[in-house]
């Protein structure tokens, strides 16, 4: 969407290499120089990179259609001591934002997974619920019930990742300052 108004309002022939990927790699990526930007979790201690805090991204409960919770419209964190909970593995962004909120009230869980679709995957055909970001990647899943928690809308942040201090060419340089005016504009409403 961002990119589609960008070509629409600033430079309609300003080419777009697009790829998806996961935090570590995307870091990896722009450290190498082979991406430009990147949009991912904030990554402590890149001192050669910028973080731009642009979205948040909700954190919901993910159930079967099947599990006892299926009927719930919000869970407080509390309420799902006692089931078994899958997440991602602790040693990714996400990972560590979800233990911090688990810890706070005594909660344990499997710290065992890279992405949604394998979140997904177990919830779908075992008899756990997993804590999630809400992305495009569960939606293939139809016999899952994503459910609101209580927690901060602003626990899950999304930055725009660039290198500092280097080189960018003038459509990257453009592209940054548009992301950040868009940003400022949505924090100003």
Do not use: W
Not at 62 to 88: C, F, M, R
Not at 90 to 107: N, S, V, Y
Request: with cysteine; hydrophobic share 40%; glycine share 4%.
């Amino acid at each position: 969407m961002v990119i589609k108004r960008y070509l629409k309002t600033v430079n309609s022939k300003t080419k777009f290499n697009i790829f998806t990927g996961m935090t570590l790699e995307i870091i990896e990526g722009i450290k190498s120089d082979k991406y430009d930007i990147g949009f991912c979790s904030l990554l402590e201690n890149e001192t050669n990179l910028e973080f731009i805090p642009i979205l948040t991204q909700e954190l919901v409960l993910v159930v079967n259609k099947q599990h006892p919770l299926a009927k719930e419209k919000l869970i407080h964190i509390k309420d799902i001591q006692g089931y078994s909970l899958i997440t991602y593995r602790e040693t990714l962004p996400i990972g560590k934002t979800i233990m911090k909120i688990l810890k706070a009230d005594g909660l344990n869980a499997d710290y065992s997974f890279d992405d949604e679709v394998t979140l997904g995957g177990m919830v779908s055909s075992m008899d756990v619920v997993a804590i999630a970001a809400r992305t495009s990647f569960l939606r293939q899943f139809n016999n899952l019930k994503l459910i609101k928690l209580d927690i901060p809308s602003n626990s899950r942040i999304i930055y725009m990742c660039y290198r500092k201090n280097t080189y960018h060419t003038r459509p990257v340089e453009i592209f940054i300052d548009y992301i950040m005016q868009m940003q400022k504009l949505k924090t100003s409403n």
